[in-house]
């Protein structure tokens, strides 16, 4: 059974930069798309990256282009999400998912079909 382990959350001003990693446990990565989501207080999840079993492919949202950059190492079992410029509005709950499909990474349903998900780590871009 695949397990997700989300790190790197915290506060951060506004401008600045976090790291956040997703570490797998029960299962090697090498077969999964790995998503990058958030929720904000009040609103819906939403996708911000995905990124492709191999890492060839890569998606990230509108809002997040030029800012945040994902990566994988699958021989360290570890999905990278390096997020430069934060602004108030990245501020949310932080979750990583997988799934064997790139396609249920990046459809626009906030990630419903993604397979395993892992707890969370906050985010608050805040001065």
């Known amino acids: 059974q695949l397990q997700l382990v989300e790190s790197g959350g915290g506060l951060v001003q506004p401008g600045g930069s976090l790291r956040l990693s997703c570490a797998a446990a029960g299962s090697t990565l090498d077969y999964y798309t790995i998503g990058w989501f958030r929720q904000a207080p009040g609103k819906e999840r939403e996708r911000v990256s995905c990124?492709?079993?191999?890492?060839?492919?890569?998606k990230l949202a509108d809002s997040v282009k030029g800012r945040f950059t994902i990566s994988r190492d699958n021989a360290k079992n570890t999905v990278s999400l390096q997020m430069n410029s934060l602004k108030p509005e990245d501020t949310g709950v932080y979750y990583c998912a997988a799934d064997r499909s790139y396609f249920a990474c990046i459809a626009p349903n906030g990630g419903r079909g993604m397979d395993y998900w892992g707890v969370g780590t906050p985010v608050t871009v805040s001065s």
């Open positions: 990124i492709s079993n191999s890492g060839g492919s890569t």
